[in-house]
Each structure stands twice: as C-alpha cells, then as structure tokens.
C-alpha cells in the first residue's frame, strides 16, 4: 500500500521541539517500509504545497495525521492545512463534487458525496492528559467522552470525503509516566500494521461486493 503521514506538530523553542512525535512517525515509518508499503511525509511546519498534498491524498491508500494535542486539539497550522488541502480538492473536484444530497434522493444523506472511498484515515496523538480521564462518567473535564469522540473535529473532514476512519493511538500522560510513554511507543509500529491489514481486508471486502 502506499501511506502518507501528516505531521502537525508545531515547535515552540525550549519547551516542546517535537521528538516524541518524530518518534512516532519514524517509528511508523521503518515498519512500514519493512513491510513492502511505500511511505510519504509531509511536515506541515515546514510548509507544503496543497496541490501536492492533494495529489498525495489520492495516491495513498492510507493518511496517518501524526499530531501533538494542544489545548484539546491539534496545532493551529493544521486547521489551515486542512482548509487549503481539502478546499483545493474540493474545487478540482477531485475529493468531491458536492455533499451527497440530491433533489432527486431525499434519502442521500450530507456527507455521503465523496470520492475516496475504500481508503483509511486514523490520528496518532500524544497527550499530556492520563488515559483514565477519557470514558470516565467521573471526569470533571470529559465527561465520560471517549477519546475518539475528542477527535471528531479532526476524523470529520476525512469522513466527509468519503475516508473510513481507522482506529486512533494515542500515547498519554507523556511528562509523567515516561516508562509508559516508551513501551506505547513500541506498540505503536504493531498498531500501525493492524491498521494497513484491516484496511486491506475491508478493501478486499468492497471488490467482492461490487
């Protein structure tokens, strides 16, 4: 399969420089490319192209956002990469042509207009937030809302255009527990693999019924 990664880290000098993320990616990446896949990465920071972003999308089978949670949400940079990529693939029409209603079907549903159906998508996130805190009705701050629901913002816009979203990996509580934080970061890689094969059984599943 070919698979893109998006990395939205965001450096702020003497306090966050982005390693853990790197990791992530690099550990993503060297498993991949063992495996036979072919892998590319985009850097957001370091600036991007949305043409070829979009061009990278259409390409992949599957897009891995690589992305350090800040105040409950990705970096800032990654709402614009978000704007300028899926707008440009919305106006060439190449991600989708309208939002899945017609006048002719009411039972077209919004969000079912896209054109990249049968690819994946799935958040890889670290946090400083504890794993405990999500799923728990006792939380003060989340409510009971599972760490999927948080990244509803995010796995939207993918869905939107036609993506399955794949399951997330999150490494938490990263300044607290660093015993914790190593060991998700070795079962990253093998989290990585299932998805690429739950992504080929699904796709061999859609040729079979088509």
């Known amino acids: 399969m070919k698979v893109h990664i998006v990395n939205a880290h965001l450096s702020y000098p003497d306090w966050t420089e982005g390693t ?4 992530m990616v690099t550990r993503a990446r060297m498993r991949l490319l063992d495996d036979g896949h072919d892998v590319t990465e985009t850097k957001i920071e370091k600036d991007y192209d949305p043409g070829v972003e979009v061009q990278r999308h259409l390409e992949a089978d599957l897009v891995i956002l690589q992305t350090p949670i800040n105040w409950f949400g990705p970096p800032w940079i990654y709402k614009r990469y978000v704007d300028e990529v899926f707008n440009s693939g919305l106006h060439s029409k190449k991600f989708m042509v309208n939002d899945g209603r017609t006048r002719s079907d009411p039972s077209r ?5 896209g054109h990249m159906q ?4 799935f958040v890889a996130a670290t946090w400083t937030a504890p794993a405990a805190t999500f799923s728990n009705p006792d939380s003060v701050l989340f409510r009971g809302k599972s760490i999927d629901d948080l990244y509803l913002n995010i796995s939207t ?11 997330s990996y999150s490494i938490f509580d990263i300044f607290h527990s660093p015993d914790d934080v190593a060991a998700a970061l070795e079962d990253y890689a093998t989290h990585v693999a299932e998805q690429v094969a739950a992504l080929g059984r699904m796709r061999t599943g859609l040729v079979a019924h088509s």
Do not use: E, M
């Not at 853990?20 to 990791?23: C, E, G, K, M």
């Open 20 to 23: 853990l993320n790197l990791a």
């Open 109 to 113: 549903q919004y969000g079912t207009g």
């Open 118 to 121: 049968g690819r994946g998508f």
């Open 157 to 167: 816009s993918y869905r939107f255009v036609g993506y399955t979203v794949l399951p």
